[in-house]
């Protein structure tokens, strides 16, 4: 049995540390894209990001200063029990690391009718799913509003198909990543339904840049795509250059027969997310 207390505490000790460390795979991707990159105008940027990501964590200072919202997916292995109010416990931790941390909070009481401050960068937002094996899964992110405003959601036709999805997502891509803090990473959800893709496109930014999807196909259309989107010259820090985008991630699910549900959630050139198991 895992308590909402253990998942809370790791929630706790997760969001200083994304905060001000960079992910190491987009660490070494933005490495070798200071090597690959030929506009020296591009270059300084990657570099100048480089050095900022280690001036904040040598520093203990926040990577950017949007710290953003809490994202937090727990995957619960099938045999597993997780007790408590989830809610209530991951919020008092995410309230206690932002103000013991000095992060900015960033949250509006109701996005419609009180746009004040909630001052504790809470609620969290949840997701929960299950899974199979043992223990528990606490994946964190904190999403920036940048990237988040960059995201795009389209219920296709059918027979648009693979094709259609690459359109897609180049047209998200083109329309919104100067604005997003590129070099980006592409999170692209395909399938599922409305309400669940743009959770596939957010999960997708979970996995390490550098680490191939288990299907080829998919693979190589992820591979396709990133060439596409780094031929559009938007750029780091939308000044122009060879790479827009660090990664392309596809995350794919079952789908109606009448729907094909796209979504595009990026990251900006600082994913900041951190997974912990719980046995």
């Not at 995350?251 to 094909?260: D, G, N, Q, S, W």
Request: hydrophobic residues 45%; negative net charge; aromatic residues 4%.
């Amino acid at each position: 049995m895992v308590g909402s207390a253990d998942i809370a505490a790791a929630v706790r000790e997760a969001i200083p540390r994304a905060a001000v460390e960079l992910r190491p795979d987009i660490l070494a991707a933005m490495e070798a894209a200071v090597e690959r990159e030929r506009s020296p105008r591009a270059r300084a940027v990657l570099g100048q990001l480089v050095r900022n990501a280690a001036i904040a964590g040598d520093d203990r200072v926040p990577i950017c200063q949007d710290t953003g919202y809490v994202w937090v997916l727990i995957e619960v292995g099938a045999d597993q029990c997780v007790c408590g109010d989830l809610q209530e416990a991951v919020d008092a931790a995410v309230a206690d690391a932002y103000t013991s941390a000095g992060l900015r909070a960033s949250l509006a009481r109701d996005a419609f009718t009180d746009r004040e401050n909630t001052g504790f960068n809470t609620p969290a937002f949840l997701d929960i799913v299950t899974r199979p094996g043992p223990g528990v899964t606490v994946h964190m992110m904190l999403k920036g509003g940048g990237s988040d405003n960059a995201s795009a959601l389209r219920m296709l036709a059918p027979g648009e198909g693979e094709e259609g999805v690459r359109r897609f997502v180049l047209e998200a891509v083109a329309a919104k990543a100067a604005s997003a803090c590129p070099p980006l990473v592409v999170g692209v959800g395909v399938g599922s339904t409305f309400d669940k893709v743009g959770m596939l496109a957010k999960k997708a930014l979970l996995r390490p840049v550098g680490e191939p999807h288990p299907d080829s196909h998919v693979a190589v259309f992820e591979a396709e795509l990133l060439d596409e989107v780094n031929g559009l010259g938007i750029g780091p820090g939308g000044l122009g250059g060879d790479t827009t985008a660090l990664a392309v991630h596809v995350l794919t699910a079952p789908a109606h027969i009448a729907a094909l549900p796209v979504a595009v959630n990026v990251g900006c050139c600082a994913v900041r997310s951190a997974s912990i198991e719980i046995r």
